[in-house]
């Protein structure tokens, strides 16, 4: 039997079968962990870092094994190219044919009947009636329904919320499309492969509902391989948690009054109190203020206003529950409606509620939303009994989870048990592709004169990297002022900026425009990847801390020092460390890459803590001198390959 590391190796199938296949020493040793870890049905938790290629080092062993298997991805740009892309070559390249499917969550496909409501209503703004139209010559000729399909409708538009899906909203068998139904056919192909790829949102909702005794979305399986593991320990804090959010209770007021102009027309009292629970919930949004925030519950509980508003937007949910009761009967989309409001005055009542100190009950908000979390302090007893039901072998892996060799931050987070571990460094030479500059001079990050003085550095370095370059921000705040203060300098560069359109249309420009500054805040810090020259340099303002303002880091701070604990050293340190690798992988992502990597923050040199930091990052060329990083920029990749810059 081919054996994984064989299949990657010189006379492996890989290499003889895929143009442009490398063999790396480091992507034979990951793949013979994970096949290892399949056989034992062993729990296996590893870093592999930039270029060591863990896709098929995961990919291949899975193949050749046999199980049923999941790869649960972070983002669904990665699960595509999984799906799409890297499964197949690997299949092509093995000579196999498993049976695999994608499966995303039911918000990502078409519901026919939710089409044909919205359709119904007539109370569309015109760009979204335009939008609806368009769709609706998609539904005619799609076969899956993935609504990624349809490329000019935008992503965030909100006419997506009224034609596809919720679990809360979804009439099961008694749809009239049930049998058409996108999600309950892609369901069913996943039920039958060999090979499902998956995200961490719909791995966790899987988990939550067989924890509340429901049926579950995945089917059962010999493995379990999770990839972005990075990611999973704040996702499943939020899933084991509970949220209302304004569009969730939005959503309610819409359904409902659909339901009853297509349905039940003389019950008017329906549609009337659905338009009072909407006027109720913009009415809490307004009492949060303008902008983006976000804060302990404890606090917003005492705002002017927000103890009467609060009880008023109860009691509409309550208002419009009373009146659908009448109708229940009459339409199974009321009766869905009639349940959603029991459920959403149990669950503000629940996420309002400070009593118990396990739980941080916070909000956010954004220019026309908000949303009221209450999260566990710690997801690790949870996570650890969801894993013991699946009775499988788990392999996660991300080329961020260990402070130096130690993964405990990440395995105790999760409840990881006594995992085997691995860790394989980037093949890059790093020493030679990149130059960590590390600036002198700078003030203090909490001096008011600070991000000022970043922006005049990044500017100058801009200049000398001919614009291909990443400012990369540890808040929205400082990302403004320096968008505002290079607009100003009439840089030469395009500047894209984090929120003047959509995080993909921006990337898209980059690579397209080649000499572009791109802005971006904590979405830009990982699973990025730009490779080639458009990007040769990566500027980062600030290390990457909790905001001492995060309702959730105080609260899991003021813990630990009931505990007696060192919250910086537990909590802020190794989080921060991890951030701060994840943000430095977007530089170098290919073996003919080069570029430059400045760390802005003084305090890598003047605080003790700085040495973790640095000794977290690939091993590049250190400097202090800005002239170093001009005369970087000013080789030629073939002098600049075999020269060491700095010191």
Known sequence: MLRAAEALGDAGPLKTRIPGFRVRPE???MAEAVESALSDGATLVTEAGTGTGKTFAYLVPACLHGGRTLVSTGTRTLQEQLFRRDLPTVCDALGIRPVTAMLKGRGNYLCRYRLEIAGQSGQLPRVQQAQLLRISEWAGRTHNGDIEEVDDVPADSPIWYQVTSTAENCLGAECPDYQACHVVKARRAAQSADIVVINHHL??????????????LLPDCEAIIVDEAHQLPELASQFFGRTVSAHQLQSLARDAAQCQAAEVGDAREIGERATKLSESVESVRALFGKGDTRGSWNVAARMPGMEAAMAELSGRIMDLYAALEVHAERSKGLELCRQRCEVARDELARVTCVDDE?????????????????TAMSCAEGFRAQMARYDCAW?????TLSIGADFSHFTARLGIDEPRTGQWASPFDYANQALMYLPEGLPDPGDR??????????AEIVKASRGRAFLLFTSHQALRFAAERLRAKHIDYPLLVQGDAPRGLLLERFRELGNAVLLGTSSFWEGVDVRGEHLSCVIIDKLPFFSPDDPVFQARQAQLARQ??????????PQAVLALKQGAGRLIRDRDDFGVL??????????????????????MTKTRSIDDVKSFFSLTEDTRSTRVIGG
């Open 27 to 29: 992507q034979q040793a």
């Open 395 to 399: 392999v996660f892996t991300s080329a």
């Open 564 to 573: 007696g604990e060192n919250a910086f050293r537990l909590l802020q340190l």
């Open 598 to 619: 400045v760390l802005c923050d003084p305090r890598l040199i003047s605080r003790g803590y700085g040495r973790i930091f640095l000794s977290n990052l690939p091993p």
């Open 449 to 458: 004169s600070y991000t000022d003085r970043v922006v005049d550095l990044a």
């Open 358 to 374: 396990n739980l941080v009950s916070w909000y956010e908000t954004s220019r026309h939303a908000f949303r009221l979390h209450q």
């Open 203 to 216: 791995l966790l909702s899987d988990m939550r509902l067989r924890d509340e005794g429901f049926g579950e």
